[in-house]
């Protein structure tokens, strides 16, 4: 597997490609994204459910990217399709999912960490609703200590969210092992680092915006589920560009 390197400007393309491929079917686009919230809400009724929804993440990733695939090659985008990643590489793609578990379980135990008794006082403020002068000034002095750990977390994220951005596919097209996957991931992020940092930032405003919004109606992950639509044929669209067969694989 070779993986091609493309300038900034590529981010853009890889955003406009994904908005086309929606294009050919928005529709079925809205329902299948639609009957994702529905079923994810259902499913944070059961006991654990956040920790199930990491597991089987990569599983859908996988099924709505082998939707536009279909799109792309002139084929109807149906339903079947949101559940591919059940039916085909399910064991690996399971794998990739516990991997990331891990990793936000990680990532939270060194925000824990670093935040100390920080972490637990600004917890307290924020669950006890009402802002009061007091509330506030403690939220105030610990500003500088949540905010190095927050970048603690961050620098344990990031790796862990390149490495998970293209693996799932990777598995569920190319019959990649799940180690191998993750590594091709990282790198091919690593690599693309400019085009995918152009990608996030023209994503930003959209996804700020409809953030607000979701917050308004007591939803805070609206703003993510709203652009999900455009942002999983993008992630297609730029998966096809960076990943190429070597011939070997080809024959």
Same mark, same amino acid.
């Not at 999912?97 to 939270?108: D, E």
């Not at 100390?116 to 200590?145: C, H, M, W, Y």
């Not at 190095?148 to 862990?160: D, H, I, K, N, R």
């Given at each position: ?25 928005? +529709?079925?686009? *809205? %329902?299948? #994204? @639609? ?6 809400? =259902? $499913?944070? !009724? ?43 590489? +399910?064991?690996? *793609? %399971?794998? #990739? @999912? ?6 936000? =379980? $990680?990532? !939270? ?59 799932? $596919? ?82």
């Amino acid at each position: 597997m070779n993986i091609r390197i493309f300038d900034a400007r590529q981010g853009w393309r890889w955003i406009v490609a994904g908005m086309q491929l929606f294009r050919r079917d928005p +529709a079925q686009w *809205l %329902l299948l #994204i @639609g009957m994702l919230f529905v079923g994810s809400r =259902l $499913l944070f !009724l059961l006991p654990l459910a956040p920790l199930v929804a990491i597991l089987i993440a990569p599983h859908f990733l996988a099924g709505l990217a082998h939707g536009a695939q279909a799109l792309e090659q002139k084929k109807p985008l149906r339903n079947g399709y949101l559940i591919s990643g059940f039916l085909r590489n +399910a064991a690996p *793609l %399971l794998t #990739i @999912g516990g991997i990331s578990l891990l990793g936000q =379980l $990680l990532t !939270l135990m060194v925000i824990v960490s670093v935040a100390g008794d920080t972490f637990n006082e600004v917890a307290k403020n924020i669950g006890a609703g009402a802002a009061t002068p007091e509330s506030l000034r403690a939220l105030q002095a610990a500003a500088p200590r949540m905010m190095v750990a927050m970048l603690a977390g961050f620098s344990v994220s990031l790796p862990l969210m390149m490495a998970t951005w293209y693996a799932p $596919l990777l598995v569920f097209f190319d019959d990649i092992k799940p180690a191998a996957a993750l590594y091709l991931s990282l790198l091919a992020c690593v690599k693309n680092a400019m085009p995918l940092l152009v990608y996030g930032v023209v994503l930003m405003f959209p996804l700020f915006i409809f953030t607000r919004i979701g917050l308004v109606l007591g939803q805070v992950d609206l703003g993510l589920w709203l652009l999900a639509p455009l942002i999983v044929p993008s992630i297609y669209a730029s998966y096809r560009d960076i990943f190429v067969h070597t011939p070997a694989a080809q024959s």
